[in-house]
């Protein structure tokens, strides 16, 4: 049994995670980043499953930095996309960096608890676009870690991102296995009452539900059909 | 020519490293980072800098996160330990991770602001106590950052840490060579109306004019020896 700090947006991967660190008996601290995102409603789906497992729930306010980061269509005035996920367009989304500050902030917080690493959900789906979520990412940030603070954490300090090579729907899968209350994640960038359901997450989030054949429970406001680009 | 987005704290070393930079012919961005800390003048010795020079100026306000990596003696209600800067009671300074996080917020605003690249001052006397400003640190970062922000930096996007294998009394003899205006860095840990002169950072700007040569313009509240235990 190892203590995790999970960090966790409140969407359906970061969700799944707690669920699966949970079970595989670990021990999770979960850390939420507020980065002055539009979509802020994910943060209360973070806090409804911190409270629902009785789990450490803190938000790390980094909305302090977010002018300075503020390219991204997620943070600024500019509309967030529609569109299929892996689209051009989609690049539009990105914020410069951000899970490499945010897991190092999750680092920080994991050598203060005395926590044995951090784990992020980030998966393969998130390839195309955000260079921040690939294999080769994780690694460089393991080594880095290690780098950065030894001494002050055991050699067995790990970021642990279990879902790094496989897909969404593979999460929903697992998710489904350990009956994840899928009405307590969010995805939709834009944070309206409902899902949206044209914006390039929540297609991701539709799309994850059909390829693993499990009913959508979620209410979306639109439908409409992309294509994958790729 | 290049751009830098230079970490800048308002001490000696980061003072210097501006300095350089622009005496180098390269355009030069200044970080500064508000993590709480009792020395809050070096932020304003860092303004002042920017301020004579010309320079884009921005103070990253991490305080919302101050709370949650709070053991370090600089940011908590503990007093910040006397004596040399190597001895272990200095390790109650350590901020955990905190030169991943600042750097990678300085990644993140370079990349929004287009530039080559970032700098920062770490130097080898740092190396005893803190494992972020080792050679290796430095390196792990920059591969880090290749590979978080592939497509969004250029190739040639460099961590740049000129002052990694030399020792603070070299930056000194930099700095004299430069004509940096010494009033204008800070370097006491408790933030006082003028430098203690017995905290570590005092002891090791002390030891560091002595070393190089240079007559000492600071004042301080006390000027005891330490020896170094190294």
Chains 1, 2 share one sequence.
Request: glycine share 8%; hydrophobic share 35%.
């Amino acid at each position: 049994m190892s203590h995790f700090v999970a960090v966790v947006s409140g969407g359906m991967d970061s969700t799944v995670l707690v669920y699966d660190l949970l079970k595989q008996g670990h021990e999770v601290s979960m850390l939420s980043v507020d980065y002055g995102q539009k979509h802020r409603k994910e943060l209360d789906h973070a806090r409804r499953t911190a409270a629902k497992n009785g789990l450490r729930h803190e938000i790390a306010d980094l909305t302090g930095i977010t002018q300075l980061i503020s390219r991204s269509t997620l943070t600024s005035d500019a509309p967030v996309p529609d569109g299929h996920y892996a689209e051009d367009n989609m690049r539009q989304t990105v914020v410069p960096n951000r899970n490499s500050i945010m897991l190092n902030v999750a680092i920080g917080w994991a050598i203060t608890l005395e926590a044995d690493g951090v784990a992020t959900a980030v998966h393969s789906g998130d390839h195309y676009i955000y260079p921040d979520c690939r294999p080769e990412f994780v690694k460089a940030l393991d080594r880095l870690a290690g780098v950065a603070c030894e001494g002050f954490i055991a050699d067995e300090f790990a970021v642990f991102a279990p879902y790094v090579n496989i897909p969404k729907d593979e999460i929903a899968r697992i998710g489904n296995t350990l009956d994840v209350p899928w009405d307590d994640t969010w995805s939709c960038y834009k944070g309206g009452d409902i899902h949206c359901g044209s914006c390039g997450t929540c297609f991701e989030r539709r799309e994850a539900f059909t390829l693993a054949g499990i009913d959508d429970p979620t209410p979306y406001a639109a439908t409409p059909d992309y294509a994958d680009p790729r």
